[in-house]
């Protein structure tokens, strides 16, 4: 089985640039989250969706973040304009809608540097 | 408020040496209680899992028993292996609630030969 596909997995690109991250989840997962992980601040929960509606995105930093799942096979978080402080390793991760007890699959990450 | 405690790395182990690494947590309602293992470079994986109390969850000579009485959930391991030097994370989700999991902090365990 295809576990959970992140892209790209390095990005490097200039302060105020426009990023995009994309995830594919597992088929048949309902739940799509997407976290952010830095030494400070260890690992942050951004957003979750469920069956492609966002339920909690009280996570993101600011305005400046984005995310959207179109589909049930897509989803993207978007940083415009990005900043240096956004610097982190994203992850994206999804799990079966059948109880609390299901464990969620992570991808692989993006390593984000902002210059 | 629903949160998880580890203890601070990093943990620093000579090979065939046994490891603990502690892990309490707070909930309302009654937690499901995972491991999950990150190796470097990579997202984190499951390790294992308990879903009720005393229940014990094991997995590539790991262990970890859910006491609810003490609201810990410890991994344990007899003997460990440079290969299992990585970033541990310990989590809970509450039955009721999403599937959203809290994570503690991350625990380093580094495996010396």
């Known amino acids: 089985d295809a576990g959970v596909i992140q892209s790209p997995r390095h990005e490097v690109t200039e302060m105020g640039q426009e990023v995009t991250l994309r995830c594919k989840p597992i088929?048949?997962?309902?739940?799509l989250f997407w976290y952010r992980q830095t030494m400070m601040r260890g690992l942050e929960l951004l957003i979750y969706?469920?069956?492609?509606?966002?339920?909690?995105d009280s996570g993101m930093p600011e305005d400046r973040f984005s995310a959207k799942m179109p589909n049930a096979s897509f989803s993207t978080l978007k940083i415009q304009p990005s900043e240096p402080r956004d610097s982190a390793v994203y992850f994206c991760?999804?799990?079966?809608?059948?109880?609390?007890?299901?464990?969620?699959?992570f991808g692989d990450g993006t390593r984000l540097s902002i210059l | 408020g629903n949160s998880v405690t580890q203890m601070e790395g990093p943990v620093t182990l000579s090979e065939e040496a046994f490891l603990t690494i502690n892990c309490t947590y707070t909930?309302?309602?009654?937690?499901?209680l995972f491991w999950y293992v990150q190796y470097p470079g990579e997202g984190l994986q499951l390790l294992l899992k308990?879903?009720?109390?005393?229940d014990k969850g094991s997995n590539k000579g790991f262990e970890a028993t859910y006491r609810k009485e003490t609201t810990s959930f410890h991994l344990e391991k007899g003997s460990v292996q440079v290969s299992d030097s990585a970033v541990y994370f310990c989590?809970?989700?509450?039955?009721?609630?999403?599937?959203?999991?809290?994570f503690g902090t991350g625990t380093l365990l580094a495996v010396q030969p």
């Open positions: 989590a809970l989700s509450v039955k009721g609630a999403t599937n959203k999991l809290i």
């Open positions: 909930a309302t309602g009654y937690p499901s």
């Open positions: 088929s048949g997962h309902d739940y």
């Open positions: 969706f469920n069956n492609n509606v966002p339920i909690d």
């Open positions: 991760a999804s799990s079966r809608d059948r109880g609390s007890n299901q464990p969620q699959h």
């Open positions: 308990a879903t009720k109390a005393d």
